[in-house]
């Protein structure tokens, strides 16, 4: 497994990485630590992911930072997990630029401070421009928020078309509806579901779960993830054999 690291080149690298970044705070407890440390340390395998990402091509990466039920979490913890995105974001700025990197983040933004805001919109400003690996970060996001808000979209569309139809269809306008389906969806920290991320596009997504921690994972456990997805046979209701012919 570890000659991997050496020979990505046999790897099918997935277009679309979506990821689960679950096991922070049990990862802390593990150490006696804080749960705020591990959080801080999942920043850290965020990073390391990104530039793997980065020298792999991989055209895109969405990440599920925060969901729209973590509101629910101790009221300490929400406030450090805000303040940890305001300073990420704004140390993280110029290198994203310079590593020809676009954000952008998904959710309903309005709940946060106008400090985030602003910080969110200023760096979504900076690197819109980069034509390198677009990284999508999913920040108070649901995917039946995403789902809901894609159809008032929709049927306001569809109402100032007055009765016409030009072919949009839902999907299009899902906050994900400029790249591309995830080919590959990660989540870290054990658990086997999907704790409401990309619902919709998700659809035929391959899954893969691993024991390993968030803060723990690193370009090694990517390779590992990528290697399995090499593995399958993507059907999309196709026959096996239908495959094999058209390869
Ligand atoms: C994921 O790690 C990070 C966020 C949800 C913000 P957790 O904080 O959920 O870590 P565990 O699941 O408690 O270990
Ligand atoms: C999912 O993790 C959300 C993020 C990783 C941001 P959770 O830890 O919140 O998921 P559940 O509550 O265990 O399903
Ligand atoms: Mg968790």
Redesign the pocket.
């Known amino acids: 497994m570890s000659d991997n690291l050496s020979t990505p080149n046999q790897l099918n690298i997935p277009k679309h990485i979506a990821i689960?970044?679950?096991?922070?705070?049990?990862?802390?407890?593990q150490r006696n630590k804080p749960?705020a440390l591990?959080?801080k340390a999942?920043v850290d395998a965020l990073r390391k992911t990104i530039e793997a990402c980065v020298r792999l091509r991989v055209d895109a990466l969405t990440v599920?930072?925060?969901?729209s039920e973590?509101w629910l979490?101790p009221a300490k913890?929400v406030d450090l997990?805000m303040r940890l995105f305001l300073a990420t974001l704004k140390r993280q700025a110029a290198s994203l630029q310079k590593n020809n990197i676009r954000l952008k983040v998904i959710g309903d933004c309005s709940r946060f401070s106008s400090a985030l805001q602003k910080s969110i919109q200023t760096v979504e400003a900076l690197t819109a421009g980069s034509d390198g690996l677009t990284l999508i970060i999913a920040a108070n996001y649901g995917g039946q928020w995403d789902i809901e808000q894609a159809a008032i979209r929709l049927s306001e569309h569809i109402k100032s078309l007055a009765g016409q139809s030009d072919g949009m269809q839902l999907k299009d306008f899902l906050s994900t509806a400029e790249v591309v389906d995830p080919d590959l969806f990660i989540r870290t920290?054990g658990?086997q579901r999907i704790s409401n991320f990309l619902l919709m596009q998700l659809a035929y997504s391959e899954l893969y779960f691993t024991d390993t921690?968030?803060p723990d994972f690193n370009e090694q456990c990517l390779l590992d993830a990528i290697n399995d997805f090499s593995s399958r046979q993507r059907r999309f209701g196709q026959t096996g054999e239908q495959i094999n012919q058209q390869e």
């Open positions: 689960v970044m679950d096991g922070n705070g049990r990862w802390a407890v749960r591990g959080h999942g599920f930072a925060f969901s973590n979490r913890e997990l920290g658990e921690l968030w």
